[in-house]
């Protein structure tokens, strides 16, 4: 009795022990958990670490950051982008985010035996919450993102009912038309100038500047110290100033800037300076150091002006320079003025008047490019390269003097916007006593101010005040949304005031959109924007055995054909694209495509395939034009 009662006590407790231990599903469903838990921790705490130092370097690198130029920048083309700029991101943001997870990963290997391991999951997760919400806060105040997608939902009809179309003005040129010099200086500003001469440094930086301006016309009335025009919202980064100073408008596009290059124009809707010297019988030509593609650039002044593009590209098709060469964003000032003088020289052979529009870049941020002929006069990189610009363009105006073309021949000096970089006038904007404006000079013009006093103006003023400079007489006084400086006109800046002026652009316009006439179907667009496909990709499945799978790329839409450059193949098996591996496919005189898939670079690998068709244009831009899945038995 006493054996059966002790066998029947063991058994019970054997029960009671089965039924107290998990099953085999459950334990393997707290593992799931387990691990998904330790992923979303090394994920929140990466992704917090990515926004805060990503944020921190946008600030740092991007100073009085506005949602309108941040949208811009982040939907414009990399073509043609200095990558120098990219490489800073990987290795301020990419790189410590990396070692931190590694860091994380090592720490909690080192505890995974450890109690309270929970606790300090919870820990980590809630901190990088936290960071996350509050990076994300921060960024929201700073950029105002609040107020701007309250301006992009508030229709204004500012720019309707300030905007004087020159369709509708009468432009008279004189019988002897002048020549034009249009000269836009990267970042460059007044506030580089000294405080006794205007500007807002202790030490003057740009003293040859300075002397063209205050020798020449700035509009600064009988005062001695420069004046510029106000970069206005819409206007401060280089397409946008490029685009206000010829046009008289803010660059608001209602797509993204990255897909301006699949439309037929750019706002084909206006007239521009390039429209009205084009009219009137000018030769023109954009010359720059950096790709004309960039930014939208080499549609706008082809799409008005018909201007010819004298950019990096064409300096290496045409033997200026070799074809592996390149600095910073292509080549630099020192090569444009050169090339420049060749240009004129050639220029005024001619029996027509010419427009020779020039982009300098060795100033732009961060830092600018220190090229030979900058000595080291300053503490700062960026202030010997401010210096090594002004020293350049003065010789370059005395160069222009002296030839025989200069009598009859009117320059145009503007920075495009203010400079965007990090820290060189932090300090003034922390300050907040200075107005920052670009630097402005007339030289040569054929008119006269009428008002001694000092004007207010923005880069919009550019566009009248220029032809008013070549001689030319506009009825009115007014263009777009600029006024002709000359004349005693009050301009929009002297009219309703600064605030006033940037809280109206800041809104959205359908005005601007009609004028803008952005087409939306555009196969080209909508090729890009994955709505449909640029092509057919045919697998031929019958080479599996023998290690490879052949491709064919047949009906290439037309829309695309004339930008392109080649086919890829984007091959990957993993997810994440851990794996992915390109291969090129190679052309036929009917317009078609041929390639191989290798299947030993993925070892012979059985499963399901994802194969991407990419197009890569001239500008080395790259976008999918077809995509499909194969399984490989």
Known sequence: MQKASSKRKVRSQRREMKEKQPSKWKEILLKILYWVGEILTVFLAGLSVLLALSVRWMFATWTNLSMDELVYHLTAP?????????????????????????????????????????????????????????????????????????????????????????????????????????IFLESMETTYSDVDDGGAFDENVIPELTEIAQTNEDFSGIDPKLNGGYSLEGTTWTMGAMFAQTSGLPLNLSISANDMDTQDSFFPGITTLGDILSDAGYTQTLLIGSEAQFGGRKLYFQEHGNYEMEDYNYAIENGLIPSDYKVWWGYEDQKLFEFAKEKLLQLSQEDEPFNLTMLTVDTHFEDGYVCEQCPTEYDTQYSNVMACSSRQVGEFLKWIQQQDFYENTTIVISGDHPTMDSDYCAEIDQEGNYDRRVFTAYINAAAYAQDQQERTYSTFDNFPTTLAALGVQIDGDRLGLGTNLFSGKQTLLEEFGKSKVNAELKKKSEFLEKLSAVNKTNDALLIREGKMNGADADIDMTHIAEGYIPVAVTNVSDSIVNNLQGLLLTVWTEDGQADVTWYELNPDEEGNYAGVIDLSRFNYKSGTYYVNVRAVEQSKREYDIDCMEINVP
């Open 78 to 182: 990399l073509d043609g982008t200095n990558t120098d700029m990219i490489w800073d991101y990987v290795r301020v943001c990419a790189v410590p985010t990396v070692l931190v997870i590694f860091f994380l990963v090592l720490i909690r290997m080192a505890w995974r035996k450890k109690e309270k391991v929970h606790l300090f999951r919870g820990i980590i997760n809630l901190t990088a919450l936290v960071g996350i919400i509050l990076v994300l806060v921060y960024t929201w105040v700073e950029l105002g993102i609040g107020n701007y997608l309250k301006n992009r939902n508030t229709e204004s009809n500012f720019i309707e009912e300030e905007y004087v179309d020159p369709m509708d003005v009468a432009v008279v040129f004189p019988e002897q038309k002048r020549n034009l010099i249009y």
